[in-house]
């Protein structure tokens, strides 16, 4: 168990690109959850997959941003038609969790995101 | 909506001193879970401690403990004999069931040798 592994860990692109990061949640967490942290704040979440089910959506994911999580194991963010205010930390978490349940969130160490 | 609230953006301590982090938070639900995470400088953010709000006894992990007063809606963080390590961010959260945390903006712990 290697702990929720993110790439990359840094990305620079220029304003109107596409980028797409990764995340490797623990093996036998079925939920993961993406957040966004930017200087100076707390993680804000931004999406929620339990298993392959992508069950929660905050209004902060607009429509340039689409989350996947094929066959219920690793997951992909991409950010379309990126824009200087996507720049930020993107956090992935994950859990093991059942009905009410959740045990903690175990967090990777980000991707630093930097529109330029 | 529920909001989480750290007053304090930074406080510093002397090695081996005591320190406590205050945290309030705003919610209508009576049952949920708050935490304290920790997140050193470009590491990760890691579990500090936990507690249910239908219990009634503050939690206590080593050297860290919290004192939670749920009519005031309030989680402090206590450390006790602060190490160099404790240096980082420490953010307040809440959560729902198996909803997603709501984070305050967090408190910077220094740590003075």
Same mark, same amino acid.
């Given at each position: 168990? @290697?702990?929720?592994?993110?790439?990359?860990?840094?990305?620079? @692109?220029?304003?109107?690109?596409?980028?797409?990061?990764?995340?490797?949640?623990?093996?036998?967490?079925?939920?993961?959850?993406?957040?966004?942290? @930017?200087?100076?704040?707390?993680?804000?979440? &931004?999406?929620?997959?339990?298993? $392959?089910?992508?069950?929660?959506?905050?209004? &902060?994911?607009?429509?340039?941003?689409?989350?996947?999580?094929?066959?219920?194991?690793?997951?992909?963010?991409?950010?379309?038609?990126?824009?200087?205010?996507?720049?930020?930390?993107?956090?992935?978490?994950?859990?093991?969790?059942?009905?009410?349940?959740?045990? $903690?969130?175990?967090?990777?160490?980000?991707?630093?995101? @930097?529109?330029? | 909506?529920?909001?989480?609230?750290?007053?304090?953006?930074?406080?510093?301590?002397?090695?081996?001193?005591?320190?406590? !982090?205050?945290?309030?938070?705003?919610?209508?639900?009576?049952?949920?879970? !708050?935490?304290?995470?920790?997140?050193?400088?470009?590491?990760?953010?890691?579990?500090?401690?936990?507690?249910?709000?239908?219990?009634?006894?503050?939690?206590?992990?080593?050297?860290?403990?919290?004192?939670?007063?749920?009519?005031?809606?309030?989680?402090?963080?206590?450390?006790?004999?602060?190490?160099?390590?404790?240096?980082?961010?420490?953010?307040?959260?809440?959560?729902?069931?198996?909803?997603? !945390?709501?984070?305050?903006?967090?408190?910077?712990?220094?740590v003075i040798p």
């Open positions: 168990d @290697t702990g929720v592994s993110q790439d990359p860990r840094h990305k620079i @692109t220029k304003r109107g690109q596409n980028v797409t990061f990764r995340c490797d949640p623990i093996s036998e967490h079925n939920r993961l959850y993406w957040y966004r942290q @930017t200087l100076g704040q707390g993680p804000e979440f &931004l999406t929620y997959f339990q298993n $392959e089910a992508q069950l929660e959506k905050s209004r &902060l994911l607009s429509d340039r941003f689409s989350a996947e999580r094929p066959k219920g194991s690793f997951s992909t963010l991409e950010i379309q038609r990126t824009e200087q205010g996507d720049s930020a930390m993107y956090l992935c978490a994950s859990s093991i969790g059942t009905g009410r349940g959740n045990t $903690e969130a175990f967090f990777g160490q980000g991707t630093r995101l @930097t529109v330029v | 909506a529920q909001t989480v609230t750290q007053s304090q953006p930074e406080m510093s301590v002397q090695e081996a001193e005591t320190v406590t !982090l205050s945290c309030t938070y705003d919610t209508s639900e009576s049952d949920y879970y !708050l935490f304290w995470y920790k997140q050193p400088p470009s590491r990760q953010m890691i579990l500090v401690i936990r507690q249910e709000a239908y219990k009634q006894q503050n939690a206590t992990e080593n050297r860290f403990s919290v004192n939670f007063q749920k009519a005031a809606k309030s989680f402090s963080l206590k450390i006790s004999d602060s190490q160099l390590g404790d240096a980082a961010m420490y953010f307040c959260a809440y959560r729902r069931w198996s909803y997603q !945390l709501t984070f305050g903006k967090g408190t910077k712990l220094s």
